[in-house]
């Protein structure tokens, strides 16, 4: 498994996207440990985003959802936050599906505008969901083995088996 680093990327042809990488270079981000070591600020949880990756032939690749909360009884700030593809999610080709869109919200629920200077209040956290790569190919065309394998990584959810690719899990 790759280190997770921010978003999923898009399809190719001959495989599934690259899953949780920094675009547009494809490579991974420092270690979340070297930040919590750096601030009062620590990571509540940073994990694969099931169903993110756009359906098809082969699969987009995931996206990651990441927590952060603050250590202090403080609020925190975001400056100048760019959330990406909050409105328009990456597209699929070839009869692949687009993957999932971005959303970032405060941990008590409020969405977070994509733009801006932000403020997260003591004791809430920011929870940003990254949007995923598209999907290459018509999803009834994957591999029966390759959706099970999905399944079994938690990486697709059985509803997501059925809709997506009309595939009854096993």
Request: proline share 10%; aromatic share 6%.
């Amino acid at each position: 498994m790759q280190d997770p680093a921010p978003r999923g990327s898009p399809q190719a042809p001959h495989g599934d996207g690259l899953s949780t990488t920094a675009f547009p270079s494809g490579v991974g981000t420092i270690p979340i440990e070297v930040t919590e070591t750096q601030c009062p600020l620590y990571f509540k949880r940073k994990e694969y985003l099931p169903d993110s990756g756009g359906p098809g032939e082969w699969r987009g690749g995931l996206s990651q959802v990441i927590e952060i909360a603050n250590r202090e009884k403080a609020p925190f700030t975001i400056s100048a936050a760019t959330f990406d593809r909050i409105h328009n999610p990456a597209q699929g080709r070839h009869g692949g599906k687009p993957g999932r869109k971005g959303l970032a919200r405060r941990g008590s629920g409020k969405l977070i505008p994509d733009k801006g200077v932000h403020v997260i209040e003591t004791g809430d956290s920011l929870v940003v969901e990254l949007p995923g790569g598209g999907g290459f190919g018509d999803p009834a065309q994957r591999e029966k083995i390759m959706i099970e394998a999905d399944l079994a990584a938690g990486l697709v959810t059985p509803e997501s088996a059925r809709q997506d690719y009309g595939h009854e899990p096993v």
